[in-house]
């Protein structure tokens, strides 16, 4: 059975104050893993896919990284505007995309 | 552009009673999902549809039907829903843009069951 599990659960951090999260996964044959953020009261956003390991995609201050066991997502000098949640999901399917999802990991950053 | 949209944005149902969940996408993207979110369990997967004309069973599919109107519409329907059913729900869509796999959501419907 597939499972991703991201850690911490919440994280609070300081404006400025960089960080990573974490998304551990089990799958049978990755496909793709995917990073998105969550607002309060909103849809998840779309961030990053990674497919393969050792890749890497950035965008302004996040940066995700993947291994075969597990992805990084690293934010360099945060500001308050990227407080939200931020979920890891996986796939083994090519093309249709049955995504399964971690449970989140809420990040605070304070001014 | 404006994505994926859903509709309604809120509802409350008392138990037994039905409604449908509407979702439309205007990416022309061939596959659409429908997930729902709960406190402490995440995003799970309720059906998707990976064409026009095909639709499958996800992680959490009873209590649900669905049906891919058109490449556009994808909608969720509750025959008789249970308070277990309160949750939030989003729909999604999924196309290959710039090279990479992304699955686009809409805002959610969040579902009150009583």
């Known amino acids: 059975e597939d499972q991703v599990t991201q850690s911490p659960e919440a994280l609070r951090l300081q404006e400025g104050e960089s960080s990573s999260l974490n998304c551990s996964y089990t799958?049978?044959?990755?496909?793709?893993l995917f990073w998105y953020r969550q607002d309060p009261g909103k849809g998840p956003e779309f961030l990053f896919t990674?497919?393969?390991a050792g890749e890497e995609k950035e965008k302004e201050r996040l940066k995700a990284t993947l291994t075969k066991k597990e992805s990084f997502l690293h934010i360099t000098a945060p500001k308050p505007e990227d407080s939200a949640t931020y979920l890891c999901?996986?796939?083994?399917?090519?093309?249709?995309?049955?995504?399964?999802f971690g449970q989140g990991t809420r990040l605070t950053i304070n001014p | 552009n404006a994505g994926v949209t859903q509709t309604p944005k809120f509802q409350v149902l008392k138990t037994g009673q039905s409604m449908t969940l509407q979702c439309a996408q205007d990416?022309?993207?061939?596959?659409m999902y429908w997930y729902r979110q709960d406190p402490g369990m995440g995003l799970r997967l309720i059906y998707y549809?990976?064409?026009?004309?095909?639709?499958d069973k996800g992680e959490v599919p009873n209590g649900y039907n669905v049906s891919r109107l058109n490449k556009r519409e994808f909608s969720l329907r509750l025959e008789s829903a249970a308070p277990s059913q309160t949750s939030v729900y989003f729909c999604?869509?999924?196309?290959?843009?710039?090279?990479?796999?992304?699955?686009?959501f809409g805002p959610g419907t969040r579902l009150t069951v009583t």
């Open positions: 999901a996986v796939t083994a399917f090519q093309g249709a995309q049955k995504l399964v």
């Open positions: 999604a869509s999924n196309g290959w843009t710039s090279g990479n796999y992304e699955q686009y």
């Open positions: 990674l497919y393969s």
């Open positions: 990416m022309n993207h061939n596959s």
């Open positions: 799958v049978s044959g990755l496909r793709g």
């Open positions: 549809s990976a064409s026009e004309g095909t639709t």
